[in-house]
């Protein structure tokens, strides 16, 4: 037996998709009402039709190598066209173990466009007047330092920094404490945020890049004149070799010694060029993810929460334990089929493979 990828080259002209449910049904013989015992053992069923192609090698081998049920193929969802119709993305987990016969998921590290959790200053589930997710940071003569909760900009909420004397070049501000996970290495990477404050000559913010174990490589910062009233800015850079991950700070730098606060919200860290703040990460009914071999339906709309944890109702069971946070695939997340049949014909001319059909069945 074997296990192959679906070729990239073919591509379904249509394709059929139902869960072929497992249990028994029970009719009344007095009025007739119907139970009905679930075996929590559904499995996928694909229909799928393959347009006329002048790569005749191609769709031969794939049918006669999936002949007779043995050798096994990894199927994506093509009618979905690889990827959820809500905007979860990111490296998201299980935030908790699943059981057999769960009807919902719990994800966590969900992220979209961007990639940082607690990036909207909502919560503050200590009351300590700072953000989730986000840790106080101080330089130079600050004074009185403060941390407080306000109405953002377009948002319930924001974070505001304060001292009661900030020294000249010396910085009040907060660093993400989570890693934002992503393929940052090379790439242009652009930071957002809304900013306004007062007594203070600029507003500092960083990038600090991490590899995949952790590791600190380089920071990157920039600076921009403190605004009055709120403004959204933006700022690029190119992420170094081998970052996979990234924290972010946002500083209020020094003026006169005087009082000063600088107020923060909708932070945003992306690949590519900055865009409008993105909401917490969705999944729309229908959608498809994968977890440890299954491939699950999204039965209904679902949205993360700040801290980037999402609870999301299936249309089909789990079926085995899933240990907490084990990966989970939002993009053409895969099932292992077999085709029953014990022939797959195509009918072909020189140079040329007329259409053909096969059906698949989900195995595990």
Not at 69 to 80: A, C, D, I
Not at 174 to 193: I, P, Q
Not at 265 to 286: C, H, K, S
Request: with cysteine.
């Amino acid at each position: 037996m074997s296990t192959t990828d679906w070729p990239s080259a073919i591509t379904p002209a249509a394709v059929q998709w139902q869960l072929q449910k497992a249990g028994t049904q029970f009719v009344s013989p007095f009025n007739g009402t119907t139970q009905a015992v679930d075996y929590v053992a559904e499995r996928w069923q694909a229909s799928i039709s393959l347009p006329p192609t002048r790569s005749a090698g191609a769709v031969a081998a794939l049918l006669n190598n999936l002949a007779g049920g043995v050798n096994r193929v990894n199927l994506w969802h093509h009618g979905s066209g690889g990827q959820p119709a809500g905007t979860l993305r990111g490296a998201p987990t299980l935030g908790a173990g699943a059981a057999r016969g769960d009807a919902t998921l719990t994800l966590a590290g969900c992220t979209n466009a961007n990639l940082l959790v607690y990036a909207g200053m909502e919560l503050d589930s200590n009351s300590d007047g700072l953000a989730d997710g986000w840790v106080l940071q101080t330089g130079g003569s600050v004074g009185t330092v403060t941390t407080s909760r306000g109405v953002g900009n377009n948002s319930a909420n924001m974070q505001q920094i304060a001292s009661t004397a900030l020294g000249i070049g010396a910085a009040i501000g907060a660093r993400s404490t989570t890693f934002a996970d992503g393929a940052f290495a090379g790439k242009l990477v652009s930071y957002s945020y809304d900013a306004y404050g007062s007594g203070a000559t600029s507003v500092l913010l960083e990038v600090l890049w991490y590899d995949a174990a952790s590791a600190f490589i380089s920071l990157d910062a920039a600076s921009a004149a403190m605004p009055g009233s709120w403004i959204r800015r933006s700022v690029s850079f190119t992420a170094p070799a081998g970052a996979a991950k990234a924290k972010v700070g946002l500083y209020v730098i020094g003026g006169s010694g005087a009082a000063a606060y600088g107020n923060f919200d909708n932070v945003q860290l992306e690949i590519g060029a900055a865009t409008a703040y993105a909401q917490p990460a969705t999944l729309l009914a229908g959608d498809m993810i994968g977890c440890s071999g299954h491939l699950l339906q999204v039965a209904s709309d679902c949205q993360a929460t700040e801290a980037g944890a999402m609870t999301v109702p299936l249309v089909n069971h789990v079926r085995s334990t899933i240990a907490t946070s084990t990966a989970v695939t939002w993009y053409r997340p895969t099932a292992q089929f077999i085709m029953p049949a014990m022939a797959g014909a195509t009918m072909q001319v020189p140079g040329y493979t007329q259409g053909a059909a096969l059906d698949l069945v989900e195995v595990y």
